[in-house]
């Protein structure tokens, strides 16, 4: 059964630092891999993807790697903002029609 | 990208009743799976919609608890039975466009929740 770990829980950062945010799972047969942002009370909006066969993807000031063979990702986010204050959720997607396994997440707080 | 909608977006309910939540999608799509997200906790897989048959449910969750019915391929219901206050959670419906023939995306969306509070 895939299990997904986030460290670390929660981070507070004063504002324009860069930070990374880090993901492992437990198997390493995976078909792709999610990052989501979650404002308190409020659903998920998808950040990035990145598919098996890649190592990294860009969106902006973020950048999310993925090493399948040790199964880690990381969530780069650069020059960090107080609108950047949320909880990320790494995601793993299984092979077949499976759905996402989550990990328990990040609780991001930016100082201004 | 596939927009989803969900009604009712809060409910607050009395212990023993059910609440039934519906999930609509802009687009037909293959996979339709339900999470259940406890307070302050990650969100957690109840089961997934298949259109036409029974819901395909995750360890720990029961039909009888928790009836799926995915009647076409951009609608699904989840009814929340015989609710106990620990039922008190955030529901939400995620879709998937799968296609292992070809190298799609797959990647996975999500509706914009059912805050439940069971008194």
């Known amino acids: 059964k895939q299990e997904v770990t986030q460290i670390p829980a929660a981070l507070s950062v004063p504002e324009g630092e860069n930070l990374v945010l880090n993901c492992s799972f437990t198997?390493?047969?995976?078909?792709?891999l999610q990052w989501f942002r979650q404002d308190p009370g409020k659903g998920l909006t998808s950040l990035l993807l990145i598919q098996s066969s890649q190592r990294e993807q860009t969106s902006g000031r973020l950048n999310a790697s993925l090493d399948k063979s040790s199964g880690r990702s990381t969530l780069y986010i650069a020059a960090s903002q107080p609108g950047d204050s949320a909880t990320y959720l790494c995601a793993v997607g299984g092979t077949g029609r499976r759905a996402l396994t989550f990990g328990s997440g990040t609780r991001l707080q930016v100082q201004p | 990208s596939a927009v989803i909608s969900q009604k009712p977006s809060r409910d607050i309910c009395q212990r023993g009743t059910s609440l039934t939540i519906q999930c609509q999608v802009d687009?037909?799509?293959?996979?339709m799976f339900w999470y259940r997200q406890q307070p302050g906790q990650s969100l957690t897989l109840i089961a997934t919609a298949n259109q036409g048959s029974e819901a395909t449910y995750e360890s720990g969750f029961v039909i009888d608890k928790f009836p799926i019915s995915r009647p076409n391929l951009t609608f699904s219901t989840l009814t929340v039975s015989n609710m106990s206050p620990e039922d008190s959670s955030i529901y939400l419906c995620?879709?998937?466009?799968?296609?292992?023939?070809?190298?799609?995306?797959?990647?996975?969306?999500f509706g914009p929740g059912t805050r439940l509070t069971v008194l």
């Open positions: 687009s037909q799509v293959t996979m």
């Open positions: 198997d390493s047969a995976i078909y792709n």
């Open positions: 995620s879709v998937k466009e799968w296609d292992s023939l070809t190298v799609l995306r797959n990647e996975q969306f």
